[in-house]
């Protein structure tokens, strides 16, 4: 303590000769209240002792501090003793927020190591490893197990915070890179709330902005409880116009706004039971065309203790801001440079000088070596079916997915693209966020991105989970003014520009996807 903090307490020193014993006495007591813990971390990693320093010392200050001072001095109504007691509790304090500000240090140690940003009040520590997930967080055993047959050894940097953030309570919002594991870092957060299943309504949604990525995140879902009993719901066509969810048991319900939005509308649904509301991909949800359906579900969700959270792998400050109006005292959790693409992609630029050009240095990159899996995006369904439609013919096997075709169709496009049956996908955009095709060599753009984020996501189908891949970007004359922006990212991920793009005036993203000529290899008139 020190002496001139109080006047009360001034000149007033610490006799611990005469105090001996009943000093002895407090020690021993402090020595057991440490050897509680270290059998517990015995299997950490030496990284995470500690957390184990850390848990030591908050279980102290909160059960050991007033029941040990009272025990030990009750019987004693000398003032010094009185003095003694209150010394040794300073002295620990001082100790404790020694303790408090070194691992504060340690933290943001390890978050520069693991290039995680945080702001925001009290953040909790970031995860070593899953043995501590289970030992400061009691993750059951069925998860890790499922993880281990997952054969997920470490946990990915976004994982680290954000699991410990939102397992603390507390709304967040993150942005890390495409591939680097963002699902598991909402889904487990949730499955250690809910414990078990339950029969009193829904407890989670989960909204995705296409269909395709619900139906993904509700089998890496299922995958993460296999062998426990969960309720967990892809809001199908089927099931937003036939299902009463007072009927059926929910525990977490993925699904697009829309036919949440549906359900409710039609009085088929009752979220006012949601504890945890996720946005993944939030800045396309906060988009015009689906802000009005998330703003409906937002509301529906009218649980007063309800946790938000947002992720992407894009986040304009535009939806950050929107972000902070609904959210409360909200982590923020960027990983890397915000809005940056994956650096596990060599990225490239080819210039075709005109649509035409295009089909011909696609004929001529597959003969020369193809190697499967490839996606191919398009700017629009018309046009994806025009090069679908070139393809076809040619000696490869190659499948086409857009938003005209029906839910099934769709849904055997993904499944064959995944187990290798197709070897070429053409597709929208509708494909190009969140679906995680693990072996994606090469993506193509074949018609330019319309916007930074959508370059960013296309791109990161391939290079996921630490892998690496390639992404190529066709360009015309037409596109060269644009080029910049994309340079841009390819030089914040490492990738080599060429200087000249780089001396690229800045120019605004098209608000309109521009006319292009129809894919054919029909001279055009
Ligand atoms: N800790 C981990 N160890 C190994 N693999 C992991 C780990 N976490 C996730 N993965 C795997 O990494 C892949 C990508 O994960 P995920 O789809 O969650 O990425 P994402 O960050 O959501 O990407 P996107 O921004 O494209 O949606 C998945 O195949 C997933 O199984």
């Known amino acids: 303590m020190e002496k001139d903090t109080s006047f009360l307490f001034s000149g007033i020193t610490f006799n611990r000769k ?26 950490a990693d030496p990284e995470s002792e500690h957390v184990a320093m850390v848990r030591t010392d908050k279980k102290r200050k909160a059960t ?22 209150e010394e040794t509790n300073e002295d620990k304090l001082l100790l404790g927020k020694k303790e408090y500000h070194r691992q504060l240090e340690r933290d943001a140690l390890f978050r520069k190591k693991h290039n995680i940003h945080v702001s925001g009040s ?17 993750c059951k055993s069925y998860l890790l197990r499922n993880l281990g047959e997952l054969g997920f050894k470490e946990l990915t940097p976004i994982q680290r915070q954000a699991i410990p953030v939102l397992l603390s309570g507390r709304e967040c919002f993150a942005c890390a890179p495409t591939g680097s594991g963002k699902t598991f870092a909402f889904v487990c957060p949730i499955l250690m709330k809910l414990e078990r299943a339950s029969k009193d309504g829904i407890r989670a949604v989960i909204l995705c902005p296409t269909h395709e990525l619900a139906a993904q995140t509700t089998r890496e879902c299922k995958k993460l409880v296999k062998g426990k009993k969960f309720y967990i719901k892809l809001m199908t066509k089927q099931l937003t116009k036939s299902a009463d969810f007072s009927q059926q048991p929910c525990d977490i319900l993925i699904s697009t706004p ?11 649904l009752d979220l006012s039971k949601v504890e945890y509301l996720v946005l993944d991909e939030a800045d ?3 988009e015009l065309g689906l802000v009005k359906q998330v703003d409906a579900v937002v509301k529906a969700c009218s649980n007063p203790s309800i946790l938000r959270s947002l992720f992407s792998a894009t986040l304009p400050d535009t939806v950050e801001e929107l972000a902070r109006t609904i959210m409360h005292d909200a982590v ?16 490239k630029l080819v210039f075709v000088g005109s649509e035409e050009g295009k089909l011909l240095a696609l004929r001529q990159s597959f003969a020369e070596s193809l190697n499967p899996p490839v996606l191919i995006f398009v700017q629009n369904k018309e046009r994806a079916k025009e090069l679908y439609n070139e393809l076809r ?54 018609d330019f991105p319309e916007s930074m984020a959508a370059y960013v996501h296309r791109i990161g189908r391939s290079g996921r989970a630490g892998r690496s891949g390639e992404a190529i970007t066709l360009y015309t004359e037409a596109d060269v003014p644009y080029l910049r922006n994309i340079a841009n990212v390819m030089a914040a ?8 793009i780089m001396a690229l005036a800045k120019k605004k993203w098209r608000k309109y996807r521009p006319h292009r000529e129809a894919i054919s290899n029909k001279p055009q008139d």
């Open 18 to 43: 005469k105090f001996a014993p009943d000093f002895a006495r407090f020690q021993e007591k402090e020595a057991d209240c440490a050897t509680d813990e270290p059998a517990l971390f015995e299997n």
């Open 64 to 85: 050991s501090d007033p029941v040990e001072g009272f025990s030990v001095f009750k019987s004693s109504k000398s003032k010094k003793a009185k003095d003694q007691m």
């Open 122 to 138: 009290n953040i909790p520590s970031p995860l070593q490893s899953f043995t501590e997930l289970k030992l400061r967080h009691n």
């Open 258 to 268: 829309y036919r949440v939005h549906y359900a409710v509308r039609k009085r088929k």
């Open 284 to 286: 396309k949800l906060f």
């Open 332 to 347: 923020r959790i960027i990983i890397g440079r915000k809005n940056s693409a994956s650096e596990t992609i060599k990225q």
């Open 393 to 446: 013919y040619d000696d490869i096997r190659a499948d086409v997915i857009h938003a005209d075709l029906p839910e099934m169709q769709r849904e055997n496009a993904v499944d064959n693209f995944r187990s290798g049956k197709t070897w070429v996908l053409v597709a929208t955009d509708v494909i190009a966020r969140g679906m995680d095709f693990k072996g994606v060599n090469c993506v193509i753009n074949y």
């Open 493 to 500: 991920s490492g990738c080599e520009v060429p200087a000249w």
